[in-house]
């Protein structure tokens, strides 16, 4: 599976910018799809993430000023991110939770797996 994450670039405070993280198939299931992100010298955090049932969840720091969606016919996860800061300044990360259930008729199991895309750089200035 192959995560692939576009739309970054240089924008100046309170500009936008919109992300798209376009995956290929299989057989499984996509759970849960999402953007993290990672600034320098910092930990990589939880920006937002949209379940399969199109529940949304996001970090506090930009709810209200981005929003995340999906189009499951194109496989590909959107990241909305307006009035843009300083501090939104990251390398940002798609990411997919996918099930695997072709063993859960033969034996109740099913697998998981995550998969990561090429971080994709958002630089804001001040």
């Known amino acids: 599976v192959q995560l692939q994450a576009s739309g970054g670039g240089s924008v100046p405070a309170g500009g936008s910018l919109r992300l798209s993280c376009q995956a290929s198939?299989?057989?499984?299931?996509?759970?849960?799809a999402g953007w993290y992100r990672q600034a320098p010298g910092k930990q990589r955090e939880l920006v937002a993430i949209?379940?399969?049932?199109?529940?949304?969840k996001y970090a506090n720091s930009v709810k209200g000023r981005f929003t995340i969606s999906r189009d499951n016919a194109r496989n590909t996860v959107y990241l909305q991110m307006d009035g843009l800061k300083s501090e939104d300044t990251a390398v940002y990360y798609c990411?997919?939770?996918?099930?695997?259930?072709?063993?859960?008729?033969?034996?109740?199991?099913?697998?998981?797996?995550?998969?990561w895309g090429q971080g994709t750089l958002v630089t804001v200035s001040s």
């Open positions: 198939k299989n057989s499984f299931v996509i759970d849960t």
């Open positions: 949209v379940s399969v049932d199109g529940t949304t």
């Open positions: 990411t997919q939770h996918r099930l695997d259930y072709r063993d859960y008729d033969r034996n109740g199991q099913i697998y998981e797996y995550n998969y």
